[in-house]
């Protein structure tokens, strides 16, 4: 078992926590991911450590190649993904610096060829009514309940919530804010729907911590939403951000198994019969195919 990290806005290493660290490059059919991953343990677990945007935050929302990203994490025998991500909120009760462990998510971009390992030869179509892990749900909503906890910190988990995928990489206007309220959402953000769609397709288990940043641009008592506002609002969550990371992998090491779906999300998904798939397409998808082409 190994636990991949991707850690958004703000989130760029794990910092002293990480031992045994070494840095590597992974190629992939698609490209290249963000970055170099950084490899280690933590608390006796196998790590894999992305900066999302790249160190220095280099590329925006729309320039991330999330199919070499997630193929990557595939190749280097992640199991299990946990996103440390930025969020705007939407709902009053949500509140700036506070923590959302996702379960849904709601589609406003228009990657969506981007957003799948299949084409060229090969059709998936995987069940996607339950986006989120629950294993790896629950045990996050766990974990960041009792680090909230023990610390000094005006901060809620709320378990459970939808967030919505933008396109980015400029903020919503007031009227789609309006909307998306309306429409019952729960957090905004830019980045996350493509990797899970990624991790399901790649039998790889994948739960979001969101840390709300900002109101949108909905609320009238607070200003719109800035970058000042988001980095000093993340930063002063990032360090509970390692330390929910630290008591993941705790947690994982002690009990956390692959007991969901996840795993085997592609059994009944490929469509196309296995005598028409190009063999080129097929080789280049091996790791995450459930058989061996």
Not at 77 to 85: A, D, E, K, P, R
Not at 187 to 215: P, Q, W
Not at 261 to 286: G, H, S, W, Y
Request: glycine residues 6%; proline residues 4%; charged residues 25%.
């Amino acid at each position: 078992m190994k636990i991949g990290f991707i850690g958004g806005s703000g989130i760029y290493e794990l910092k002293d926590e990480l031992k045994n660290r070494s840095s590597i490059n992974v190629d992939t059919p698609f490209g290249e991911p963000s970055d170099a991953f950084v490899l280690g343990t933590l608390r006796g677990m196998d790590v894999a450590f992305l900066p999302r945007h790249a160190l220095g935050h280099r590329l925006l929302p729309s320039e991330l190649n999330h199919r070499a990203n997630i193929f990557a994490m595939k190749k280097l025998g992640v199991t299990h993904i946990v996103s440390l991500s930025a969020c705007g909120s939407l709902k009053e009760e949500l509140k700036p610096r506070d923590i959302v462990v996702v379960d849904q998510y709601f589609d406003r971009t228009k990657r969506s060829a981007d957003h799948t390992f299949f084409g060229n030869g090969i059709a998936a179509h995987i069940a996607f009514g339950d986006p989120v892990c629950p294993e790896l749900f629950n045990l996050l909503a766990e974990v960041a309940e009792n680090v909230v906890s023990d610390n000094t910190l005006q901060v809620a988990v709320h378990k459970g919530g939808t967030y919505l995928n933008m396109e980015g990489p400029a903020f919503s206007t007031k009227a789609e804010s309006n909307v998306y309220r309306r429409w019952g959402m729960d957090v905004i953000g830019m980045t996350n729907l493509a990797e899970a769609k990624l991790a399901r397709e790649a039998g790889i288990c994948y739960a979001t911590l969101a840390f709300v940043t900002d109101y949108d641009c909905w609320h009238e008592e607070h200003d719109s939403v800035t970058v000042d506002m988001i980095v000093e609002n993340l930063m002063a969550n990032a360090d509970t951000a390692r330390k929910i990371a630290v008591a993941v992998c705790a947690a994982a090491h002690e009990g956390l198994e692959q007991k969901c779906f996840c795993p085997d999300a592609l059994k009944t998904a490929v469509i196309t019969a296995r005598d028409k798939i190009p063999q080129e397409t097929a080789e280049a998808l091996a790791p995450i195919l459930p058989w061996t082409p």
